[in-house]
């Protein structure tokens, strides 16, 4: 690695730009899980992911420049993933060091692509360009290896939801914080909601894996679903309201927690 790109990657911009990623990140969280409030009371049709909450936030009255700001810390968060990418999580070695890296070059890439649809919302009159899971899922299952590639991305949201499901039990994101520069309430705080907001990630990481090797096995691509069609599995069963309000308080508290890594991330 060339000494540019490191002292690049150690710049406090990017750190500075990291924070400002995490409560970005926290705010389209907490849209997303008002969005699914809305659903669980009957006040809206169906749930919707990142895309939506975009599209939501751009209807409030100061929408352009929530969506300017929104796309600058998505912007950021994405950078510092790939600082994380190339020079690794701070203070961690290993296989947990490895697996940051590479989950951090596929959060880079998503949360890209999320600033990349906001720009073009701002400067599109009809928004990005759809990227429907049925739609990206059909797209690869047509490939020689399609099957087994969606297999595979299913099997990694499982893998993704079982890290999830760690960390929520073991609240092993608190390594993840400057727990010395925090007070005991903030600490208290950073534990409740980091415990439930990860048990809510749990719930949809392991519903998107599901229908994705359900989508492939059965060469279905409308089986396959996104955070938005996680959601409206969850709505859809018997009690599924309630279910659905339960995880909709686990995402807001997740965006909570974003807020406060915001704050006291290592970096």
């Known amino acids: 690695m060339s000494g540019s790109v490191r002292r690049g990657a150690h710049s406090p911009w990017v750190k500075r730009l990291g924070r400002v990623g995490f409560f970005a990140k926290g705010l389209l969280y907490a849209v997303v899980a008002l969005i699914a409030v ?41 950078l510092w993933r790939v600082r994380i ?24 890439i998503a949360y890209a692509s999320l600033c990349v649809y906001t720009v073009r919302f701002l400067t599109e009159s009809e928004g990005g360009e759809s990227t429907e899971p049925d739609t990206v899922t059909k797209t690869l299952l047509d490939e020689p290896y399609g099957v087994a590639l969606v297999i595979a991305i299913g099997l990694v949201m499982l893998a993704v939801a079982a890290y999830e499901a760690h960390k929520a039990l073991t609240r092993g994101f608190m390594d993840d914080l400057e727990t010395s520069r925090m007070s005991p309430r903030a600490r208290k705080l950073a534990a409740i909601t980091g415990s439930a907001g990860h048990g809510a990630l749990t719930v949809t990481s392991t519903l998107v894996g599901v229908f994705l090797i359900k989508a492939a096995v059965e060469h279905e691509p409308r089986e396959a679903v996104g955070l938005d069609g996680a959601l409206q599995e969850v709505v859809d069963q018997d009690i599924g309201p309630v279910l659905l ?23």
């Open 38 to 78: 809305e659903v669980a009371r009957g006040e809206r049709r169906k749930a919707q992911a990142e895309e939506g909450a975009i599209t939501r936030l751009a209807q409030e009255s100061v929408g352009e420049v929530l969506l300017v700001l929104l796309a600058i810390g998505l912007a950021g968060y994405a």
């Open 85 to 108: 990418a190339i020079v690794g999580p701070p203070g961690e070695t290993g296989a947990r060091a490895t697996a940051e890296r590479v989950g951090s070059v596929v959060l880079a």
């Open 245 to 267: 309000g339960v995880v909709a308080a686990g995402l807001l508290t997740y965006a909570a927690f974003c807020f406060i890594e915001s704050r006291y991330r290592r970096l």
